[in-house]
């Protein structure tokens, strides 16, 4: 299933794209999408059943309607860094013996075509078309990577937008430069993880002004997604409705030749994970 939430900030109702593209109206069946959703086989059971039966859900007007974060009251977001072997080869860096991790705030999130916020002062704000990976059941001290994958409930493209100044050069852990308002738009899909068959099989790419600036695919990660789940349930118990970001694969500014193409107020920044939907983003200053 295709799962969305719809409408103006702070006041998404849940949705739902079917298979012949129609938006319909999930109100009525459930209250949001959210961790509590995602952890009910039931309520999921009975979104199954009216999404199958014709006349059931509502069809909505999608002309003009904005497309929210696809999760409300999202938990933690964890992020996984230099996890593609092209990008830590474009950052110089070696490859890391264990996933590097940091957090993003669950308020940087915004819908997938909201406007991205350039903080002021910000000299080197940079792209990142992810992988996003959605948990559907708590999973603490997991032994498989098999085991990771059975505890995700979906999956969404992800732009994690950084400030490589304020995240490499300015001391401190990387989240200084992770946090800032609007570095997160996420969706505009959460696709149920069995319309996902293999997510190390999927392509990603990112548009500045039109140019194709990455183009690569998760078979390309260091740690694959059942491995970054099994891993990180060794030090923090995840719940369903926390989201993992999974790392980006090569072609962001940071790693371009100078003068690096870094992020300014008026670029037009698109991205999409194949299967997963598509975003579509305008700067602006903060």
């Not at 904005?66 to 996890?83: M, T």
């Not at 498989?144 to 304020?166: F, P």
């Not at 790392?247 to 962001?252: D, E, R, S």
Request: aromatic share 6%; hydrophobic share 40%.
């Amino acid at each position: 299933m295709k799962l969305l939430r719809v409408g103006t900030a702070g006041a998404e109702r849940p949705a739902l794209l079917d298979r012949d593209g129609t938006l319909r109206d999930l109100s009525g069946i459930v209250p949001d999408i959210d961790g509590d959703l995602l952890a009910d086989a039931s309520a999921l059971a009975r979104v199954r059943a009216a999404a199958a039966s014709p006349g059931v859900l509502p069809a909505l007007d999608a002309t003009g309607l904005r497309i929210g974060p696809p999760l409300g009251r999202i938990g933690k977001i964890v992020c996984i860094g230099l996890n593609y072997h092209d990008h830590a080869a474009e950052a110089g860096a070696e490859i890391p013996a264990e996933p590097i991790l940091f957090f993003k705030a669950p308020d940087t999130v915004v819908g997938p075509d909201d406007t991205v916020l350039v903080p002021r002062g910000s000299r080197k704000t940079d792209w990142e078309v992810e992988l996003a990976v959605v948990i559907g059941r708590t999973a603490r001290y997991l032994e498989t990577v098999e085991q990771g994958l059975a505890h995700i409930a979906g999956y969404a493209t992800a732009h994690d937008v950084s400030e490589r100044e304020y995240q490499i050069e300015r001391g401190g852990t990387w989240d200084k430069g992770k946090n800032c308002e609007t570095f997160n738009p996420l969706g505009p899909w959460l696709v149920t993880a069995d319309e996902v068959p293999d997510p190390q099989a999927l392509p990603l790419r990112l548009w500045v002004n039109g140019e194709l600036r990455q183009d690569g695919t998760t078979a390309e990660q260091i740690f694959p997604v059942g491995e970054v789940v099994r891993y990180l349930s060794h030090f923090m118990t995840l719940y369903p409705g926390d989201v993992i970001n999974t790392g980006t694969p090569a072609g962001v500014a940071m790693g371009q030749p100078e003068p690096k193409p870094y992020l300014r107020a008026g670029d037009l920044v698109e991205l999409e994970v194949e299967g997963l939907g598509r975003q579509r983003q305008q700067l602006k200053a903060a």
